[in-house]
């Protein structure tokens, strides 16, 4: 292997490992702020787990086709063809708006906006849709795993140590991708 294919796979696996931690963080940040809203709260869950209603079926569209689909639309061809045209920083925010609105749900048009933004510049520095693809994968089983595993009462302690840790950690691997990034850009 190249030393430059090498460079590719760690970023690969380092956005997965992102995608995992991210995912981890969010869930805990949102289940907490959603503690002060039950009824948005169970309204949220409802419509979580509505996607999962069909078994594995349902597991394998939101693990797997989702991830792929989406990012070839919005990283791949949207990011792409408005970069082309506007500049990253621009292109970024626009295919993240449109991914956020794409969620038709405020609570995950949000979070899908922020998430679109970081998808983004893991596109610009790991200079590949693969690792696009291998965060979005990981992040969403990582959240299929968080809804039937975790309890829904955490204490506060746990939950704020947990959180920061999971930010802290995101923030690390996030810094490692952007130091290994590859200078050839290639869709």
């Keep these: 292997m190249t030393g430059e294919t090498l460079k590719r796979l760690r970023s690969i696996c380092l956005c997965a490992v992102l995608g995992i931690t991210m995912e981890l963080a969010a869930a805990l940040l949102l289940g907490s702020i959603l503690s002060f809203f039950p009824e948005t709260a169970a309204g949220y869950q409802g419509q979580m787990d509505s996607k999962l209603a069909d078994g594995m079926f349902s597991l394998v569209i939101v693990a797997f086709f989702s991830p792929l689909f989406e990012e070839a639309i919005f990283r791949f061809l949207l990011l792409g ?45 790991t200079g590949t849709i ?31 140590v947990s959180m920061v840790a999971g930010f802290a950690v995101s923030y690390a691997l996030f810094s490692l991708i952007r130091r290994n990034r590859c200078d050839v850009q290639t869709g």
Excluded: D, W
């Design 81 to 125: 063809i408005l970069e082309r045209k506007t500049g990253f920083a621009v292109a970024n925010v626009i295919q993240a708006l449109v991914f956020g609105i794409y969620h038709m749900s405020i609570i995950q048009g949000i979070y899908a906006f922020l998430l679109g933004m970081l998808i983004g510049l893991l596109k610009h520095y």
């Design 130 to 160: 693969i690792g696009c693809i291998s965060f979005h994968v990981f992040f969403n089983i990582t959240g299929i795993l968080v809804t039937i595993l975790m309890p829904g009462e955490i204490s506060t302690i746990i939950r704020t």
